[in-house]
């Protein structure tokens, strides 16, 4: 087909023809001739340059963090019995006005490979594609469009730094054990930590002596896999973030969610906008909450107190709390979750502009602002909770793929 340039030379042509027919200036008929010869010239010139091309496009990796390098390659093998015009290959590619790449002719069996970075500077879904070749004539008065692969999508999680997990904690817990394990026993059924009867438990484990003594039923904890459990909260109400403060808010909540997952912590994750991810563990619950805390947004109507309200209900092991603006009351409601959690804290990102008066919460507030690094100021704090003897620290900056 012709492209834009090819359809004005030819409606130049077709004006010089009949401006030469009312005028009668012989010279117009040959340029107007000669335009049209032109243009027809390269439209045959197209047609007849068939492709025969074996494309393999990868985008590697499919998921990266915010900042990390991820790459596409597209590689072409030319499987025709001559040589190949110079190919241009296009593809589309979200925020940007989309990749344009040359390969020079290839010779009959031989192949090329064409490699362009995505911009990853933000969270979010990339859509990358359909791939394009695309052949024109020496002047650009006609091509032919090849499409070569199908649109992919690549999510581009939070940046995350490399932080440490929050503390284990000695609240009672039943999904993730005691606080550090303790031999009772040495002979037959050896235990490691008695807490205290949940309807539900087994009655052959309860420890008659121990609760005839402290006059309450408690049951023998069996030796299991040391196991934390860590709760996030995000706040993603519209009226308390804008746009350095929202991202700032993800990025710390991956961070903590990264470090605690890759202890193989039982996490769950909770934004004010009534999404709850359950509790969970392993690679495939990580990567998961990741992926929501890439496309998330911010939402007129989330509610911080309904949040917390929830969480009253419940308890267990860690909480964290994220949030920005937010006002006294509210941060101390968070602060009194501390009688349902081990342990409470709250991560308080910083307006630019303005900063938030101190506010006593009976938790530790842990304040940053957009730009500044979080793990400088998260870690401090978390290493005055951590547990003697147990490891404080994981390496959250290998990430999740």
């Not at 002719?105 to 192949?111: N, Q, W």
């Not at 603006?325 to 081990?342: I, N, S």
């Amino acid at each position: 087909m012709l492209t834009r340039q090819g359809w004005l030379v030819a409606a130049g042509g077709v004006v010089m023809l009949l401006l030469a027919r009312l005028l009668g200036i012989s010279e117009l008929y040959v340029f107007g001739a000669c335009a049209i010869g032109l243009v027809g010239f390269a439209a045959v010139y197209v047609g007849f340059r068939r492709l025969d091309l074996e494309v393999d496009r990868t985008v590697h990796p499919a998921r990266v963090h915010a900042g990390r390098v991820s790459r596409v390659d597209v590689r072409l093998r030319n499987m025709r019995p001559t040589d190949t015009p110079v190919l241009r290959l296009f593809e589309p590619v979200t925020g940007t006005p989309g990749a344009e790449l040359l390969v020079p002719p290839l010779d009959r069996g031989s192949a090329a490979v064409a490699s362009y970075r995505l911009p990853t500077d933000r969270r979010g879904l990339l859509r990358v594609g359909p791939l394009e070749v695309v052949v024109t004539d020496p002047f650009g008065l006609s091509r032919t469009v090849l499409r070569a692969a199908e649109q992919v999508e690549v999510t581009v999680y939070p940046m995350i730094e490399d932080v440490r997990p929050v503390p284990f904690t000695a609240a009672h817990d039943p999904l993730s054990g005691a606080r550090q394990p303790h031999a009772i026993g040495r002979t037959g059924d050896d235990f490691y930590a008695l807490r205290p009867y949940v309807v539900g438990d087994d009655l052959r484990r309860i420890h008659w002596p121990s609760s005839a003594r402290h006059d309450e039923m408690l049951v023998r904890q069996q030796e299991q896999p040391w196991q934390g459990r860590t709760t996030v909260l995000l706040d993603v109400r519209r009226a308390a973030h804008d746009a350095a403060t929202i991202e700032a808010a993800i990025s710390a909540a991956a961070s903590i969610v990264v470090a605690n997952g890759l202890r193989r912590d039982v996490v769950r994750l909770m934004t004010t906008d009534g999404t709850d991810s359950g509790h969970g563990v392993g690679h495939a619950h990580l990567q998961a909450l990741l992926e929501h805390l890439a496309v998330i947004d911010t939402s007129g109507a989330a509610s911080l107190r309904r949040s917390v309200e929830v969480l009253h209900k419940v308890g267990g092991g860690a909480l964290v709390v994220v949030v920005a603006q937010a006002t006294p009351d509210e941060l101390a409601a968070a602060g009194r979750l501390k009688g349902r959690f081990g342990s409470v804290t709250v991560v308080q990102v910083d307006h630019a502009r303005r900063s938030a008066a101190p506010v006593r919460t009976g938790a530790p507030v842990i304040r940053f602002s957009p730009g500044t690094s979080f793990a400088k100021a998260w870690d401090p704090v978390i290493a005055r909770q951590g547990t003697p003897g147990h490891p404080a620290r994981v390496g959250a900056a290998r990430g999740v793929r």
